[in-house]
């Protein structure tokens, strides 16, 4: 990232975090102001996006994944809102156990066991590992951990299916309604004390944003990097765990309880897992890099991570197998194989070019990118203490073809999980549309962030690779 750096000479005058304002060398991460539609798009999320969530599970509860029904006799009076509300499972205690534990159990193998994978898996990075520079100019240290912790836990998930039998493989579908009010739950208390932290005891105040303005506070986050102690990393921990690792272990149910209902797992379900189970994997051998990612180096943690991990994330990035649990589908030989080629593709181009930019990173430019030497422009930026920084945008290989094509492998991917669940209900396709909608305006939002951390060196690289997403059209 940064091949060298240098202090102002002068002394550089700007006021604490606390009162808003900002050093002019330094705007660049969160939003020091909010504008009408920032706002008003907060305002809307923090409204229905728990409501989205709950309409898709209850539709896929009591409507067999149809989106539309509930809306019609709603609208026709067939039913009442109170009707729906009645039928839905409520939060038990069995529910309850069974998440603190979980929560609990991450918590644990992220603190208290030290990564070992790296010291035997060749080309694993893991252990402790140093982050992206802050705002503020500060380079934190991270215990990478998550692949090992992924695999503790299947290795247990499997050992208790197929020898201990403790509890039912199809223990997360069961309880899945419960479990979303204990997940909303945590996302809200997690959320809330992260504010109350930046507010009373910030773990660095330099790196503390505040607008004035409660709700986009709340959304977005006041604190860059909230700790507790050394090691627990707020945006870490939510960012991979729980979600991310109970993603497969969620999949993994979905499969049990097909298996149990019709007494088969479909070659959808099978491809549902697997391709999943490629993202999963992929960003556990790769977590020391997410480091080095938007969610990391730009967002600061607020309702939008901590809610956002908790419960949107393992609910509705899952639909693709919840759905095929009420409608299995069978796919024939020629439309799997195209789905999974689809899907491995996508894989490809995300991990390659991920992969460019990594060794692009590291060597500081010293590599060779397709057999030959990268281009790329030099540029730099400032840190609120005054430090200048020296970056270099790459704009060889896959990342001369456009700026995000990391974004268009990851989109390929998603479309191949929905192509699996075949064209009867829309529900399935949620999460593409939802990932073209969310990867365009990261599209926007990184470049207005880049724009105003690199100035004028970002309008060179973007002359230089005019494209965003897909080569020649956007």
Partial sequence: MAAHREKKSEERNHKSAQNGAQAPQAQWGRAWEVDWFSLASILFLLAFAPLIVYYFIMSCDQYQCSLTDPLINLLMGNKHLSDIWNKTPSLTYTAAGIYAAWVAFQVMLYVFVPDFCHKFLPGYVGGVQEGAVTPAGVVNKYEINGLQAWIITHVLWFANAYYFHYFSPTIIFDNWIPLLWCANILGYVVSTFAMIKGYFFPTNAKDCKFTGNFFYDYMMGIEFNP????????????????????????????????QELYGHVTNSMILVNVLQGIYVLDYFWNEAWYLKTIDICHDHFGWYLGWGDCVWLPYLYTLQGLYLVYHPVQLCTANAIGILALGLVGYYIFRMTNHQKDLFRRTNGNCKIWGKKPDYIECSYMSVDGTKYYSKLLTSGFWGWARHFNYTGDLMGSLAYCLTCGFEHILPYFYIVYMTILLTHRCIRDEHRCYSKYGKDWKRYTAAVPYRLIPGLF
């Avoid at 960012?239 to 999949?251: H, S």
């Fill in 227 to 258: 700790r507790i102690g050394k090691w627990f990393d707020f945006k870490l921990f939510f960012n991979g765990r729980p979600g991310i690792v109970a993603w497969t272990l969620i999949n993994l149910s979905y499969a049990a309880k097909q």
